[in-house]
């Protein structure tokens, strides 16, 4: 009985042990070209026997206990590398690639090692208002629900605009001047209920399981970044499992998704990795469990396939497509009518996809290429009656969007040495477009054209970098950049430049300079007004490209070794910025949120966005992490009157705080998160209403010449999640709870005339909104 006793006990303990073992490897590549280094020697603290990497430049810990490793790598003639907190879990592999600085100087006994700031760029070349964002914090932060517009909105300087969206405000920039990128292509806004011109939407169309460590710069981009003038996301893709095959399911508020990823075959490197997502609201409608008279629907997918090949390089195919549609429809009982907005009927669609080819190579020892070409469609619409009396429906507003683009873009890679490095690259883009808009200024006037056009254009764009490194603590990036709009001909060549000291091991400064420009919508161009003649004119056609001088300078200390102290001056000044034709109207582009201007239009605009950025770090260590992070800004315009007034987005002030702690049990087999994040911000400003002229009126009309004189009362939202993960035998679940603006605060968002109220009526942004989600991985 006891022998029986000992032997179960013993296979108990075998499979407990077996439970919580993964495989964690990776790749070592040089940073410049990419290319895989063998020989190099790869160690896990508290393992006493390192690894070394291939041919091919890959290594692996077999049968590690799951749990949080620190890595370190050391190569002959580079710095030595360290990468902190390199999660396994028992659902999946961990898998990693670690690039090396190579050394300027070899110093006969010094070890010289590369920061391991977890926040520190994956582009060499952006030495300001640049940091890499990892998967993990698009899950971990509060509220962020694996956007990455949402979790960028816990960094220095960036705001969301409207809790409904995830639309971000950048050092006092229009959320319009965010530019996408992925794999190194330009790619349409990736969001669902996308609008023209917007940035971002309702819900991000990307899964968290397809990307990869990625970048965010904020101001003084590289050479290679362009058509844009706030911020760049800078997206890069994971690939998939090419060893074994491996599964993703999750059902939550948001959706129901399902990724599958793995090998082509056991002989082949290649991989695939594909999500599905459908809407978690759709099916509820379709169920019967919400009203059908009103209804919100999304659907997407997103997938990436690497081809490695033996000798013509590597090749991959990527791509995002989401459908989403809002209707609404009034009750068919009119005595239920409490209002003129409870007979409207409307549908709104917004529908994005992209695919592209990339291939690269490397042509020689100094020399890699990469190429891409990308096909994008974008489809944006919204058609609105008014219901009358009789039942009868009249037109109220229609509004049609559609593009089409096919892109191209080739880069070299050129290292003339470990000092000197250049990279320069093209990149064209041919568009097909179709906009139409009808529509009334107001309630009650006639409805009027003020789109109708389709055609082809194109942009094309240029550029050319410079690394040059004098020591290993000093490194400049010089370049120049140009875009052309070929619609008008219009057009811009930007010098860039910025230097980076690294003091000692502990502080480092940086400072940076660029001339930044950006497109106008396309719609903006083909605006047209009615002639009393009966003639049709465009007088935006030959609008020019909006600009912006970009400076910041920037002073990091580490307080310890998983603390940092950084501190960011900037200055941008705006100008050729589009403002309305007459002398005395307060109307400008930059302070455009969502739609885009009619009205006819000129280069005389002005702006300015300055402040300082101070944020204290202390990365995750021991299961605990927190930032704090305080911005204090300006942000004016300028309009064609000539006065200099805030913008809209002028809140002054952004006061960021989170926080997260992770508590592990002994065997490692469940963690628990509880996750904080805290927003307290000056409010948006406003512009007065006049309330006689509004009565007599019967719409809102504003206090023009006040423009933005008001501002509303300060920002303040605190969000949560909690998590609990459990590790079992090869499988990893996860269950999360989402809870925004936790204590329900009505932040006001804007104003406006209620004429069935006959008073002026404040508008909120959203209230509480729990967002519960389950995931399994195995």
Known sequence: MKIRLFFALSLLTSIVQAQYKQQLRGTVVDQVLQKPLAGATVSIAGLSQPVMTDEEGVFRFKDLSIGSYRITVTYSGFKEATLENIGTNSGKETVVTIPLEALVKVESEVLLKASSKKNKPLNDMSAVSARAFTVEETQRYAAAVNDPLRMAAAFPGVMANDDGNNNIIIRGNSPTGLLWRMEGMDIPNPNHFDQPGQSGGGISILSSQLLSNSDFVTAAFAAEYGNALSGVFDLKLRKGNNEKREYTLQAGVLGLNAAIEGPF??????????????????????????????????????????????????????????????????????????????????????????????????????????????????????????????????????????????????TLHYKFSNRLNLRAGLINKQIHYKFYRLSAEHDGEPMEEKLNSRGNTSTQQAFAQWQYKPTNELSFNAGLHYLRMAHNNTSSAEPRFSAKWNINNRSSMAAGYGLHSQVQTLNVYFAQQQLPNGNVLMSNRNLDLTKSHHYVLSYSYRLAKNMQLKTELYYQRLFNVPVATDDSSTLSAINIEYDYITDPLVNKGKGRNYGIEISLERYLHNNFYLTLSNSFYQSKYTATDGVERNTRFNGNYIITFITGKEFINERKSKVIGVNIKTIYAGGLRTTPIDLAASRQAGYTVFKEKEAYSLQNPAYFRSDLRVSIKWNRRRLTSTLSLDIQNLTNRLNIFNQYYDEEKDKVTNQYQTGLIPILNYKIEF
Do not use: C
């Open 265 to 410: 075959s056991k002989k082949y490197k290649g991989s695939y990795l594909v999500n599905y997502r459908y809407s978690t609201l759709t099916l509820l409608n379709k169920l019967g469990v919400l009203p059908d008279n009103n209804a919100t629907n999304f659907q997407d997918l997103a997938y990436n396939i690497y081809l490695p090949t033996a000798k013509l390089g590597t090749f991959t195919l990527f791509g995002f497509g989401g459908l989403s549609d809002q209707t609404f429809q009034p009750d068919i009982d009119s005595t239920k009518w409490e209002s003129k907005s409870d007979r409207y009927v409307s549908r709104f669609i917004s529908n994005t996809a992209m695919s592209g080819i990339t291939h690269s190579i490397l042509a020689g020892e100094k020399l890699k290429i990469n190429s891409g070409v990308g096909i994008s469609y974008t489809k944006i619409g919204y058609d609105e009656d008014f219901t009358e009396d009789d039942l009868s429906l009249t037109k109220s507003y229609l509004d049609k969007f559609a593009t089409r683009n096919l892109s191209f873009n080739t």
